[in-house]
């Protein structure tokens, strides 16, 4: 079982950057951020795979990046010109399997609030 914590979150303006962390408790194979905003669903931002192989939504392309640091067990998301349809709960997420989808993953953290200021 792998315990999962995202933090990082905030309250930031259009135009503006966050970073989001999150902790493993252990070995993950796969990471990658979710999110969900009010009435949508859940969908894929960024994934990264152990060795280094990461893949984007075409959303945040050129404005997010992931990015890992294996001895720590812990994975990063950052955030630049953010955008108001950014805001949602961003969720770190684990598993076996590499990629977008939410079926690949098993470890789900609590997730942390992007809200734009704007």
């Known amino acids: 079982q792998v315990q999962l914590v995202e933090s990082g979150g905030g309250s930031v303006q259009a135009g503006g950057s966050l970073r989001l962390s999150c902790a493993a408790s252990?070995?993950?194979?796969?990471m990658a951020w979710f999110r969900q905003a009010p009435g949508k669903e859940r969908e894929g931002v960024a994934a990264i795979a152990f060795g280094g192989g990461r893949t984007y939504a075409d959303s945040v392309k050129d404005r997010f990046t992931i990015s890992r640091d294996n001895a720590k067990n812990t994975m990063y998301l950052q955030m630049n010109s953010l955008k108001p349809e950014d805001s949602a709960m961003y969720y770190c997420?684990?598993?076996?399997?590499?990629?977008?989808?939410?079926?690949?993953?098993?470890?789900w953290g609590q997730g942390t609030q992007v809200t734009d200021s704007s």
């Open positions: 997420a684990a598993g076996s399997y590499y990629g977008l989808g939410k079926n690949l993953y098993n470890y």
């Open positions: 252990g070995y993950t194979y796969s």
